[in-house]
Protein backbone atom coordinates (compact mmCIF):
# COMPACT_ATOMS: atom_id res chain seq x y z
CA UNK A 1 0.00 0.00 0.00
CA UNK A 2 0.98 3.49 -0.05
CA UNK A 3 1.25 4.44 3.41
CA UNK A 4 4.87 2.91 4.76
CA UNK A 5 3.61 3.04 8.55
CA UNK A 6 3.41 -0.38 9.73
CA UNK A 7 0.02 -1.92 10.62
CA UNK A 8 -0.75 -4.08 13.99
CA UNK A 9 -3.78 -6.59 14.35
CA UNK A 10 -5.69 -7.05 17.57
CA UNK A 11 -8.50 -8.14 18.57
CA UNK A 12 -11.61 -5.62 18.88
CA UNK A 13 -13.30 -4.37 21.83
CA UNK A 14 -10.25 -5.79 23.69
CA UNK A 15 -10.48 -4.75 27.66
CA UNK A 16 -8.82 -3.21 30.18
CA UNK A 17 -9.60 -5.49 33.02
CA UNK A 18 -12.54 -3.34 34.49
CA UNK A 19 -14.87 -4.88 31.78
CA UNK A 20 -15.00 -2.02 29.85
CA UNK A 21 -13.72 -1.68 26.31
CA UNK A 22 -10.67 0.32 25.41
CA UNK A 23 -11.53 3.54 23.94
CA UNK A 24 -8.16 3.75 21.64
CA UNK A 25 -9.56 2.02 18.57
CA UNK A 26 -12.68 2.69 16.39
CA UNK A 27 -15.99 1.42 17.65
CA UNK A 28 -16.98 -1.73 15.97
CA UNK A 29 -13.43 -1.89 13.68
CA UNK A 30 -10.45 -2.92 14.01
CA UNK A 31 -7.33 -1.71 15.36
CA UNK A 32 -5.77 0.95 13.43
CA UNK A 33 -5.14 0.60 10.12
CA UNK A 34 -1.54 2.62 9.03
CA UNK A 35 -0.96 3.49 12.92
CA UNK A 36 -2.51 6.81 12.37
CA UNK A 37 -5.11 8.30 14.93
CA UNK A 38 -8.77 6.68 14.59
CA UNK A 39 -7.18 3.64 12.03
CA UNK A 40 -7.74 5.97 8.92
CA UNK A 41 -5.94 5.05 6.02
CA UNK A 42 -4.24 7.97 4.10
CA UNK A 43 -6.46 7.88 1.08
CA UNK A 44 -9.66 5.64 1.94
CA UNK A 45 -11.42 4.88 -1.40
CA UNK A 46 -14.41 2.91 0.22
CA UNK A 47 -14.70 3.80 4.00
CA UNK A 48 -17.66 1.61 6.43
CA UNK A 49 -18.53 2.59 9.37
CA UNK A 50 -20.95 1.00 12.24
CA UNK A 51 -22.64 -1.36 9.71
CA UNK A 52 -25.59 -2.89 10.92
CA UNK A 53 -28.01 -5.31 9.03
CA UNK A 54 -30.78 -7.54 10.98
CA UNK A 55 -33.02 -10.05 9.30
CA UNK A 56 -35.80 -10.54 11.92
CA UNK A 57 -34.12 -10.84 15.66
CA UNK A 58 -30.71 -12.03 13.57
CA UNK A 59 -28.39 -9.71 13.75
CA UNK A 60 -26.14 -10.50 10.20
CA UNK A 61 -23.62 -7.40 10.40
CA UNK A 62 -23.51 -6.24 13.73
CA UNK A 63 -21.09 -2.27 13.79
CA UNK A 64 -18.77 -3.43 11.06
CA UNK A 65 -16.21 -0.62 10.86
CA UNK A 66 -13.24 -0.55 8.23
CA UNK A 67 -11.61 1.16 5.06
CA UNK A 68 -10.38 0.27 1.43
CA UNK A 69 -7.25 2.49 0.82
CA UNK A 70 -7.49 3.80 -2.87
CA UNK A 71 -5.07 1.78 -5.20
CA UNK A 72 -4.92 -0.96 -2.12
CA UNK A 73 -5.96 -5.20 -2.57
CA UNK A 74 -7.70 -5.31 0.69
CA UNK A 75 -8.91 -9.08 1.72
CA UNK A 76 -12.28 -9.39 3.73
CA UNK A 77 -11.90 -12.81 5.45
CA UNK A 78 -13.90 -14.66 8.52
CA UNK A 79 -15.77 -18.44 8.80
CA UNK A 80 -19.22 -18.64 7.03
CA UNK A 81 -21.72 -16.68 8.66
CA UNK A 82 -19.47 -14.24 9.96
CA UNK A 83 -20.99 -11.65 7.60
CA UNK A 84 -19.20 -10.92 4.76
CA UNK A 85 -21.67 -11.09 1.98
CA UNK A 86 -24.25 -9.25 4.00
CA UNK A 87 -21.76 -6.49 4.05
CA UNK A 88 -21.03 -6.52 0.77
CA UNK A 89 -24.75 -6.78 -0.31
CA UNK A 90 -25.36 -3.56 1.99
CA UNK A 91 -22.49 -1.79 0.48
CA UNK A 92 -23.16 -2.15 -3.06
CA UNK A 93 -27.11 -1.53 -2.87
CA UNK A 94 -28.76 -5.06 -2.62
CA UNK A 95 -29.34 -4.65 1.03
CA UNK A 96 -30.49 -1.85 2.81
CA UNK A 97 -28.27 -1.17 6.07
CA UNK A 98 -30.36 -0.90 9.02
CA UNK A 99 -27.42 1.24 10.62
CA UNK A 100 -24.22 2.79 9.78
CA UNK A 101 -22.88 4.54 6.70
CA UNK A 102 -20.95 3.48 3.28
CA UNK A 103 -18.68 6.74 1.94
CA UNK A 104 -17.64 6.20 -1.22
CA UNK A 105 -14.84 8.62 -2.70
CA UNK A 106 -16.26 11.13 -0.48
CA UNK A 107 -20.10 10.43 -1.27
CA UNK A 108 -22.58 8.65 1.37
CA UNK A 109 -23.80 5.85 -1.03
CA UNK A 110 -25.63 4.06 1.60
CA UNK A 111 -29.23 2.34 0.59
CA UNK A 112 -28.42 3.88 -2.77
CA UNK A 113 -29.68 1.30 -5.22
CA UNK A 114 -27.18 -0.96 -7.02
CA UNK A 115 -27.69 0.90 -9.98
CA UNK A 116 -26.77 4.28 -8.91
CA UNK A 117 -23.65 2.76 -6.31
CA UNK A 118 -22.35 0.89 -10.06
CA UNK A 119 -22.68 4.02 -11.64
CA UNK A 120 -20.90 5.74 -9.11
CA UNK A 121 -17.83 3.39 -9.99
CA UNK A 122 -18.57 1.20 -7.12
CA UNK A 123 -19.02 -2.48 -9.14
CA UNK A 124 -19.26 -6.10 -7.57
CA UNK A 125 -18.59 -9.69 -8.99
CA UNK A 126 -20.62 -12.90 -7.34
CA UNK A 127 -19.39 -15.72 -5.60
CA UNK A 128 -21.69 -17.73 -8.80
CA UNK A 129 -20.80 -15.73 -11.65
CA UNK A 130 -23.91 -14.37 -13.67
CA UNK A 131 -22.96 -14.25 -17.10
CA UNK A 132 -26.40 -13.53 -19.78
CA UNK A 133 -25.32 -17.95 -21.15
CA UNK A 134 -27.71 -17.16 -24.25
CA UNK A 135 -25.60 -14.12 -25.45
CA UNK A 136 -21.79 -14.71 -26.86
CA UNK A 137 -18.84 -13.65 -24.91
CA UNK A 138 -17.99 -10.51 -26.47
CA UNK A 139 -22.00 -9.53 -26.44
CA UNK A 140 -21.67 -9.82 -22.65
CA UNK A 141 -18.38 -7.53 -22.49
CA UNK A 142 -20.31 -4.64 -24.71
CA UNK A 143 -23.29 -4.74 -21.98
CA UNK A 144 -20.99 -3.38 -19.17
CA UNK A 145 -20.11 0.49 -20.23
CA UNK A 146 -22.40 2.90 -19.42
CA UNK A 147 -24.30 5.69 -21.23
CA UNK A 148 -25.07 3.54 -24.39
CA UNK A 149 -27.22 5.88 -26.52
CA UNK A 150 -28.54 2.43 -28.56
CA UNK A 151 -30.41 1.33 -24.80
CA UNK A 152 -33.34 4.08 -26.02
CA UNK A 153 -35.65 3.05 -28.36
CA UNK A 154 -36.14 5.61 -30.41
CA UNK A 155 -32.76 6.80 -31.37
CA UNK A 156 -32.43 2.99 -32.23
CA UNK A 157 -34.77 2.95 -34.65
CA UNK A 158 -34.42 6.91 -35.54
CA UNK A 159 -33.29 7.38 -38.98
CA UNK A 160 -31.84 10.97 -37.55
CA UNK A 161 -29.60 9.46 -34.31
CA UNK A 162 -29.42 5.81 -35.87
CA UNK A 163 -25.92 6.61 -37.33
CA UNK A 164 -24.98 7.85 -33.90
CA UNK A 165 -25.40 4.16 -32.09
CA UNK A 166 -23.57 2.46 -34.94
CA UNK A 167 -20.52 4.74 -34.61
CA UNK A 168 -21.13 4.16 -31.02
CA UNK A 169 -21.60 0.58 -31.13
CA UNK A 170 -18.18 0.11 -33.15
CA UNK A 171 -16.14 1.94 -30.53
CA UNK A 172 -17.97 -0.49 -27.80
CA UNK A 173 -16.87 -3.46 -29.66
CA UNK A 174 -13.31 -2.55 -29.98
CA UNK A 175 -13.12 -2.00 -26.30
CA UNK A 176 -14.61 -5.11 -25.62
CA UNK A 177 -12.09 -6.59 -27.74
CA UNK A 178 -9.39 -4.72 -25.95
CA UNK A 179 -10.20 -6.23 -22.49
CA UNK A 180 -11.17 -9.76 -23.96
CA UNK A 181 -7.52 -9.31 -24.93
CA UNK A 182 -6.20 -8.43 -22.01
CA UNK A 183 -7.70 -11.40 -19.55
CA UNK A 184 -6.58 -13.57 -22.85
CA UNK A 185 -10.20 -14.90 -23.90
CA UNK A 186 -10.49 -13.09 -26.72
CA UNK A 187 -10.12 -16.47 -28.63
CA UNK A 188 -13.69 -17.12 -26.94
CA UNK A 189 -15.21 -14.12 -27.71
CA UNK A 190 -17.65 -15.21 -30.35
CA UNK A 191 -18.73 -18.33 -28.08
CA UNK A 192 -22.10 -18.43 -26.42
CA UNK A 193 -21.13 -17.52 -22.45
CA UNK A 194 -23.18 -20.17 -21.53
CA UNK A 195 -20.51 -22.81 -22.63
CA UNK A 196 -17.56 -21.44 -20.37
CA UNK A 197 -15.60 -23.20 -17.80
CA UNK A 198 -16.31 -21.91 -14.12
CA UNK A 199 -12.46 -19.93 -14.62
CA UNK A 200 -13.48 -18.95 -17.62
CA UNK A 201 -17.36 -17.23 -16.53
CA UNK A 202 -15.23 -15.83 -13.76
CA UNK A 203 -12.91 -14.16 -16.11
CA UNK A 204 -15.96 -13.37 -18.25
CA UNK A 205 -17.43 -11.37 -15.13
CA UNK A 206 -13.97 -9.45 -14.24
CA UNK A 207 -13.76 -8.51 -17.96
CA UNK A 208 -17.69 -7.31 -17.71
CA UNK A 209 -17.41 -5.44 -14.45
CA UNK A 210 -13.92 -3.74 -15.77
CA UNK A 211 -15.61 -2.50 -19.26
CA UNK A 212 -18.44 -0.10 -16.69
CA UNK A 213 -14.68 1.95 -15.82
CA UNK A 214 -15.23 1.39 -12.07
CA UNK A 215 -12.55 2.75 -9.33
CA UNK A 216 -12.95 -0.14 -7.30
CA UNK A 217 -13.97 -3.59 -7.73
CA UNK A 218 -15.51 -5.94 -4.84
CA UNK A 219 -14.99 -9.26 -5.69
CA UNK A 220 -16.97 -12.30 -4.18
CA UNK A 221 -14.87 -15.51 -4.10
CA UNK A 222 -13.67 -14.83 -7.58
CA UNK A 223 -11.59 -18.26 -7.12
CA UNK A 224 -14.05 -20.85 -5.91
CA UNK A 225 -14.34 -23.44 -8.43
CA UNK A 226 -11.35 -21.62 -10.37
CA UNK A 227 -8.10 -24.41 -11.82
CA UNK A 228 -4.70 -23.26 -10.86
CA UNK A 229 -3.73 -22.29 -14.10
CA UNK A 230 -6.97 -19.52 -14.46
CA UNK A 231 -6.07 -18.56 -10.97
CA UNK A 232 -3.02 -17.83 -12.10
CA UNK A 233 -3.96 -15.88 -14.84
CA UNK A 234 -6.84 -14.81 -12.54
CA UNK A 235 -4.09 -13.24 -9.86
CA UNK A 236 -2.19 -11.83 -12.35
CA UNK A 237 -4.99 -9.28 -14.30
CA UNK A 238 -5.66 -8.53 -10.62
CA UNK A 239 -2.31 -7.29 -10.18
CA UNK A 240 -2.42 -5.91 -13.59
CA UNK A 241 -5.29 -3.61 -13.10
CA UNK A 242 -3.78 -2.68 -9.51
CA UNK A 243 -0.94 -1.06 -10.76
CA UNK A 244 -3.34 0.90 -13.07
CA UNK A 245 -4.33 2.35 -9.82
CA UNK A 246 -8.16 0.28 -9.65
CA UNK A 247 -9.31 -0.87 -5.69
CA UNK A 248 -10.00 -4.02 -4.76
CA UNK A 249 -12.32 -5.44 -1.84
CA UNK A 250 -11.74 -9.55 -2.09
CA UNK A 251 -13.99 -11.95 0.04
CA UNK A 252 -11.65 -15.29 -0.51
CA UNK A 253 -11.85 -18.29 1.75
CA UNK A 254 -8.40 -19.48 -0.16
CA UNK A 255 -6.11 -18.65 2.94
CA UNK A 256 -2.85 -18.57 0.80
CA UNK A 257 -4.70 -16.19 -1.99
CA UNK A 258 -5.10 -13.77 0.92
CA UNK A 259 -2.20 -13.57 2.75
CA UNK A 260 0.25 -13.55 -0.38
CA UNK A 261 -1.74 -11.05 -2.40
CA UNK A 262 -3.68 -8.93 -0.29
CA UNK A 263 -1.62 -5.71 1.55
CA UNK A 264 -4.11 -5.26 4.07
CA UNK A 265 -7.04 -8.05 5.89
CA UNK A 266 -9.99 -7.35 7.65
CA UNK A 267 -11.13 -10.36 9.66
CA UNK A 268 -14.99 -10.11 10.43
CA UNK A 269 -16.06 -12.55 12.79
CA UNK A 270 -20.62 -13.03 13.98
CA UNK A 271 -20.90 -9.62 12.38
CA UNK A 272 -18.25 -7.94 13.77
CA UNK A 273 -15.17 -6.57 12.92
CA UNK A 274 -12.31 -8.77 15.00
CA UNK A 275 -8.96 -7.60 13.86
CA UNK A 276 -7.11 -5.69 10.20
CA UNK A 277 -3.78 -5.61 9.86
CA UNK A 278 -1.49 -6.98 7.70
CA UNK A 279 -1.44 -10.54 6.56
CA UNK A 280 1.79 -10.95 8.53
CA UNK A 281 0.26 -9.53 11.74
CA UNK A 282 -3.61 -10.94 11.03
CA UNK A 283 -2.02 -14.95 10.92
CA UNK A 284 0.14 -14.61 14.34
CA UNK A 285 -3.46 -12.75 15.79
CA UNK A 286 -4.33 -15.27 18.91
CA UNK A 287 -7.65 -14.05 18.10
CA UNK A 288 -8.85 -14.46 14.66
CA UNK A 289 -6.34 -18.17 15.05
CA UNK A 290 -9.02 -18.74 17.56
CA UNK A 291 -12.24 -17.74 15.95
CA UNK A 292 -10.93 -19.04 12.20
CA UNK A 293 -7.51 -20.06 11.01
CA UNK A 294 -6.91 -22.40 13.11
CA UNK A 295 -3.93 -24.47 13.10
CA UNK A 296 -3.66 -23.55 9.27
CA UNK A 297 -1.25 -20.85 8.96
Same mark, same amino acid.
Given at each position: ???????????????????????????????????????????????????????????????????????????????????????????????????????????????????????????????????????????????????????????????? *???????????????????????????? *??????????????????????????????????? *????????????????????????????????????????? /???????? /???????????????????????? /?
Amino acid at each position: MSSDAERTAEPTGSTDGTGEADSDGPAGGGDPVDGDAGGRTTDPVLRVEGLEKRFGGIVAVDGATFEVERGSITGLIGPNGAGKSTTFNCITGVHRPDGGTVVFDGDDITGGSPERIANEGLVRTFQIARELPEMTVLENVMLGPKGQIGESIWRSVAPI *ARGAVITQEAELRERAWETLEFFEIDHL *AEEYAGTLSGGQRKLLELARALSTDPEILLLDEPM *AGVNPSLERKLLDRIHDLREEGYSFLLVEHDMDVIMEHCEH /VVVMHQGE /VLAEGTPEAIQSNEAVIEAYLGGE /V
